[in-house]
């Protein structure tokens, strides 16, 4: 996909940025806030008018006459180009036809950004405009852009569906379209486009062979891809792909790299071989673990021979070779150490425990001990852990202090949590924000109960962050907690609708991890409550209006659809903004 920003619609732009720039310095900062600005008492400042502050706020000037606006809302909202009278009036199909257009570029950034994402997981409506505008767009060298991110767009839609024309694009003239075109083969080809493909394979450049081979990785059947595999592995000619091919090779299903494998494997060199046999012994032959028990026996005369080897017992049942490793590991080497920590952490046994427990007392190594203690806590060992514990609760400070924390964080030991909280009730207000970072760092369900506490509190600006108090502060602390996104949309929905800094906040968390985390099963839920917040007309204007902006990633045809519909019954501002930004992205 081209990576080139758009061409901006600069005259609705400028009036945009005009009408912001006019509005904010016609502001009358002397003013007293309207009624729905609180002021609070900062954070470590005595009661009275000398120790209150207005919260902090990067709320928006927006050209449109929204009733009850918040001057203190805390996130910044999406401004679209204004379009004074205008009216959202486009049907299903003129929104599509204006999302695909929009991935010519020749829009805003964002709505370019957002077409290229639009289609990932409701593709169906637009298949024929796709192929359609794919087909026309080769043909003119001003759109070969715009052709290359229709490519991306079929790419990320994962559907054989795209097949045909893609592959008609990878024998473009353009060098662009066709690494685009090749690309867009592996999530949206099938075994008859790569077959196709491949006959151009002698005239490929070095990066097109090698996405046509990621390709074929994923769509050949067993047999054509192990002789393809094969000949790019055994032959001269093909010398320099065979690291490439090999390394796409090693990734394979275990049970279907030995099969690919078996008859040229032990003509390899001596370290291929022993990353072959890594996979042999996933898979359960034998040959694979005796090769590996042999290259783990100590001494450590070549040390990244050791670390194939460890890497290689970790691929499979790692008991059966416990006794190499748990030898090998007194060799104080710490680059073959750290993979041993992660390679024995699942394995029971008293001496597993023990060989954990001696890394973890390695002070001079912080990053293997670091290791060493997650993975006793992970196997619920933590006698090394506790007495961390009670040196966060009763040493006063300094360095050994912070390396206490520092061990607990990378040890994710939630029993540590009330610990860190009570510090940040009693410490110096400037070591505030520290404590409750190092909480949301550690991730568990104890996070979320004491940040969910620390979110509650009446709010106050957190010292030495005037930008953030204690509510938007975890406003992205929040973000830390992927385990717990389901009690985060709980406590979203839990909030008042008048709450419009803490809902907002809780809104902001949640999009980020959705938005990172948008093919995982915690999306839906944070979308479906975003969409709540969205149509729902008791919400505050400008929560409803940041709604529709972290809903970009997912938004859907049929939200528009709804929202149009919708337009006659909304108060003249959120009409108008609702219009103009359904009418830059769809």
């Keep these: 996909m081209s990576d080139r920003k758009p061409a901006l619609d600069l005259r609705r732009r400028t009036t945009a940025v005009v009408l912001l720039t006019l509005l904010v310095a016609c502001r009358d900062q002397s003013s007293k806030p309207d009624g729905d600005t609180v002021p609070v008492q900062a954070a470590g400042t005595t009661g009275g008018p000398q120790g209150r502050t207005v919260l902090p706020s990067v709320a928006t000037e927006l050209a449109y006459p929204v009733g009850g606006w918040h001057t203190d809302f805390p996130y910044s909202l999406h401004v679209p180009p204004h379009r004074l009278g205008a009216w959202y009036d486009r049907t299903p199909q003129e929104a599509?036809?204006?999302?695909?257009?929009?991935?010519?570029?020749?829009?805003?950034?964002?709505?370019?950004?957002?077409?290229?994402?639009?289609?990932?997981?409701?593709?169906?409506?637009?298949?024929?405009?796709?192929?359609?505008?794919?087909?026309?767009?080769?043909?003119?060298?001003?759109?070969?852009?715009?052709?290359?991110?229709?490519?991306?767009?079929?790419?990320?839609?994962?559907?054989?569906?795209?097949?045909?024309?893609?592959?008609?694009?990878?024998?473009?003239?353009?060098?662009?379209?066709?690494?685009a075109a090749f690309r867009a083969l592996r999530n949206a080809g099938d075994e008859k486009s790569v077959l196709a493909a491949g006959k151009l394979f002698p005239?490929?450049?070095?990066?097109?062979?090698?996405?046509?081979?990621?390709?074929?990785?994923?769509?050949?059947?067993?047999?054509?891809?192990?002789?393809?595999?094969?000949?790019l592995l055994t032959k001269h000619e093909f010398a320099d792909l065979r690291p490439h091919a090999f390394e796409l090779a090693l990734k394979m299903p275990p049970a279907r790299a030995v099969k690919m494998f078996e008859p040229i494997w032990l003509g390899f060199a001596p370290d291929l071989q022993l990353h072959v046999a890594g996979i042999f012994h996933a898979a359960g032959d034998a040959r694979?673990?005796?090769?590996?028990?042999?290259?783990?026996?100590?001494?450590?005369?070549?040390?990244?021979?050791?670390m194939v080897a460890v890497q290689g017992a970790m691929r499979g049942n790692t008991a059966e070779l416990i006794d190499e490793l748990l030898v090998l590991s007194n060799e104080d080497n710490l680059k073959i150490n750290r993979l041993i920590v992660e390679a024995i952490r699942k394995v029971p046994?008293?001496?597993?425990?023990?060989?954990?427990?001696?890394?973890?007392?390695?002070?001079?190594?912080?990053?293997?001990?670091?290791?060493?203690?997650?993975?006793?806590?992970?196997?619920?060992?933590?006698?090394?852990?506790?007495?961390?514990?009670?040196?966060?609760?009763?040493?006063?400070?300094?360095?050994?202090?912070?390396?206490?924390?520092?061990?607990?964080?990378?040890?994710?030991?939630?029993?540590?949590?009330?610990?860190?909280?009570?510090?940040?009730?009693?410490?110096?207000?400037?070591?505030?924000?520290?404590?409750?970072?190092?909480?949301?760092?550690?991730?568990?369900?104890?996070?979320?109960?004491?940040?969910?506490?620390?979110?509650?509190?009446?709010?106050?600006?957190?010292?030495?962050?005037?930008?953030?108090?204690?509510?938007?502060?975890l406003g992205i602390q929040f973000s830390n907690l992927k385990e717990q996104a389901t009690e985060m949309v709980g406590l979203l929905r839990e909030l008042p609708a008048a709450d419009y800094r803490r809902r907002s906040a809780m809104m902001h968390a949640l999009a980020n991890l959705a938005g990172a985390y948008r093919d995982e099963p915690l999306a839906p839920p944070v979308y479906g409550a975003l969409r709540e917040i969205l149509f729902d007309p008791a919400q505050v204007p400008q929560v409803r209006m940041l709604a529709l902006d972290y809903l970009r990633k997912d938004l859907r045809l049929s939200d528009a659809i709804k929202l149009k519909g919708r337009l006659p019954q909304e108060e003249k501002g959120l009409r108008q903004y609702f219009s103009d930004y359904l009418t830059e992205f769809l």
């Design 96 to 179: 599509l036809d204006k999302v695909v257009a929009n991935a010519s570029g020749a829009c805003t950034t964002d709505a370019w950004r957002m077409s290229k994402e639009f289609f990932d997981h409701h593709w169906e409506d637009a298949e024929r405009l796709l192929i359609e505008k794919l087909d026309e767009t080769q043909r003119r060298p001003m759109s070969y852009d715009h052709a290359e991110n229709l490519l991306g767009i079929m790419g990320r839609c994962s559907t054989p569906r795209f097949a045909a024309v893609i592959t008609r694009a990878v024998s473009h003239e353009h060098p662009g379209i066709r690494r």
């Design 203 to 231: 005239q490929l450049s070095f990066v097109e062979r090698i996405d046509w081979l990621k390709a074929a990785m994923v769509h050949l059947g067993d047999q054509k891809l192990f002789e393809l595999l094969r000949e």
């Design 288 to 306: 694979g673990t005796v090769r590996l028990r042999h290259a783990l026996r100590p001494p450590i005369a070549n040390e990244k021979k050791k």
């Design 349 to 473: 046994g008293q001496r597993v425990t023990d060989t954990l427990t001696a890394f973890a007392a390695a002070a001079q190594n912080p990053e293997l001990r670091q290791r060493a203690l997650f993975a006793l806590a992970s196997r619920g060992e933590t006698a090394d852990l506790d007495p961390l514990v009670e040196k966060v609760r009763r040493q006063a400070s300094g360095g050994m202090l912070k390396v206490a924390i520092t061990d607990l964080v990378s040890a994710r030991y939630g029993k540590a949590v009330p610990a860190l909280l009570e510090r940040s009730k009693n410490a110096p207000k400037e070591e505030e924000v520290y404590y409750i970072r190092m909480i949301a760092s550690i991730g568990t369900a104890e996070s979320f109960t004491a940040l969910r506490e620390v979110f509650l509190r009446p709010e106050y600006v957190l010292a030495g962050k005037d930008r953030y108090s204690n509510v938007t502060f």
